[in-house]
């Protein structure tokens, strides 16, 4: 990335801070030009993003830290958001979301993000824990809801 964010958070690995983040990203993604549903399908992805760091790289834990990081992309329009911790290490090529055919609760925050976003990228971090790069573009399909 060949500038720094138009804008950076630093949280701490806390279920309670996912809705202010998620309200965060809705107006910054609105403000870009992406409309109401679509911003709530990006902050959707990065809730689960989020939610996962918590749940399994942090294993619960509410007293480690998450970097988010956000980028307003012009050629072409749209959004960069990078997610960063210093987290168990997971290989990427592990990290895939269950067969949609398993009925049952959860399990689903990977494939979430992966339809939701236009491009999805997981990396192990060589200071330790994992990135997760997701990008946005306007004017890319429309998001279907899974009704």
Not at 6 to 29: E, K, N, Y
Not at 58 to 64: A, M, N, V
């Amino acid at each position: 990335m060949s500038h720094s964010p138009d804008l950076s958070i630093q949280m701490l690995s806390r279920t309670s801070l996912l809705a202010p983040v998620r309200c965060m990203l809705v107006s910054f993604a609105e403000r870009i030009g992406f409309d109401e549903t679509a911003s709530g399908h990006i902050a959707l992805a990065v809730d689960e993003a989020l939610a996962n760091v918590i749940r399994h790289g942090y294993s619960g834990r509410d007293d480690c830290r998450v970097w988010l990081h956000f980028w307003e992309l012009h050629e072409p329009a749209g959004l960069r958001i990078v997610v960063e911790d210093y987290a168990r290490q997971v290989d990427p090529e592990l990290i895939r979301g269950r067969d949609l055919s398993d009925i049952r609760p959860g399990g689903l925050g990977v494939h979430l993000i992966r339809s939701t976003m236009d491009s999805v990228r997981f990396e192990k971090r060589r200071e330790g824990g994992m990135r997760l790069t997701l990008e946005k573009l306007l004017g890319a399909a429309p998001v279907q809801s899974a009704a």
